[in-house]
């Protein structure tokens, strides 16, 4: 079974960056989309990023689009999630989960029920 860890959060003044990663466990992330999401005080969890199993192809929510790039190292089973000119608004929880099967479609990548496991969470806080 894979289990899935984030690190990488912290605090950060706006404007700053911050690099996330996720670390598998258990099985390769070989042939699996993974994502990350996050969740802020208050709201619900939302879709932040998608990257399919070789990288080649990615999708973004509007709110990270031209900030946020997500990667990934398949040799070293590894997810990654850099953030620039970070916003008190990109403030969260940030999860980072992985699901079976192909792309499929952008819709789909983007919900999250659509994944069946999860990390644990790091937390990213903004200062303005």
């Known amino acids: 079974q894979v289990k899935l860890m984030e690190s990488g959060g912290g605090l950060v003044q706006a404007g700053g960056s911050l690099r996330l990663s996720c670390a598998a466990s258990g099985r390769t992330l070989n042939w699996v989309t993974t994502a990350w999401f996050r969740q802020a005080p208050g709201k619900e969890r939302e879709f932040v990023a998608a990257?399919?199993?070789?990288?080649?192809?990615?999708s973004y929510a509007d709110s990270v689009m031209g900030r946020f790039t997500i990667s990934r190292d398949n040799t070293e089973n590894m997810m990654y999630l850099q953030m620039n000119d970070l916003k008190p608004e990109d403030t969260a929880v940030y999860y980072c989960?992985?699901?079976?099967?192909?792309?499929?479609?952008?819709?789909?990548?983007?919900?999250?029920?659509?994944?069946?496991?999860w990390g644990q969470g790091t937390q990213v806080t903004v200062a303005s």
């Open positions: 989960a992985d699901r079976s099967g192909s792309w499929g479609s952008d819709m789909g990548v983007r919900t999250q029920n659509e994944y069946g496991t």
């Open positions: 990257i399919d199993w070789n990288g080649s192809i990615t």
